[in-house]
């Protein structure tokens, strides 16, 4: 089998599933960046002064404040579909992780079986050439025993 193709597959697979998680990752945290922005907001809306009357009395106040809960509840969601979603690919790389660990190690144990076998060929033709050579070298020798 080869395994050097094998490797290289589960590299790539590997490489992928990196990319992926890497990109949820990164929604991840612009999510939890917006809906921190938006608690900031709302504790500023809560904070501001009671002279803010004219906001209050056209209920610009209660409108906002339903908005950003509406945009918070919203951003929530996305966040949790976010977060299973980041679940089963963590789960999926981890699997990639592993298939990749174990076909480096394959690869390299058949690099290294096909080196030994390079290095004993070569010692058994060494041997044979020395062993040709002295049978040859010496004819007088071997005809008398």
């Known amino acids: 089998m080869n395994w050097f193709r094998l490797k290289q597959i589960s590299d790539l ?17 612009s999510l939890r960046s917006e809906l921190a922005r ?5 504790h500023e809306t809560h ?4 002279s803010d009357s004219e906001l209050r009395a056209i209920g ?3 409108i906002w404040l339903k908005w950003l809960e509406n945009s918070r509840r919203r951003l929530n969601i996305e966040l949790a579909q976010v977060l299973a979603q980041k679940e ?15 076909t480096d190690a394959l ?6 079986d096909r080196q030994r ?3 004993t060929h070569a010692l058994n033709e060494a041997i044979e050439t020395s062993l040709t050579r002295s049978v040859f070298s010496n004819p007088d020798e071997q005809s008398q025993r």
């Open 88 to 102: 089963e690919l963590v789960a999926q790389h981890r699997k990639a992780n592993g298939k990749k660990l174990i």
């Open 117 to 119: 076998l390079r290095k």
């Open 60 to 62: 610009a106040d209660i």
């Open 13 to 29: 697979k590997f490489q992928h599933s990196e990319q992926a998680v890497s990109k949820l990752r990164a929604r991840e945290a």
């Open 47 to 50: 904070c501001q002064p009671a």
């Open 107 to 112: 690869s390299e144990k058949q690099q290294l």
């Open 38 to 42: 938006l608690q900031g907001l709302a």
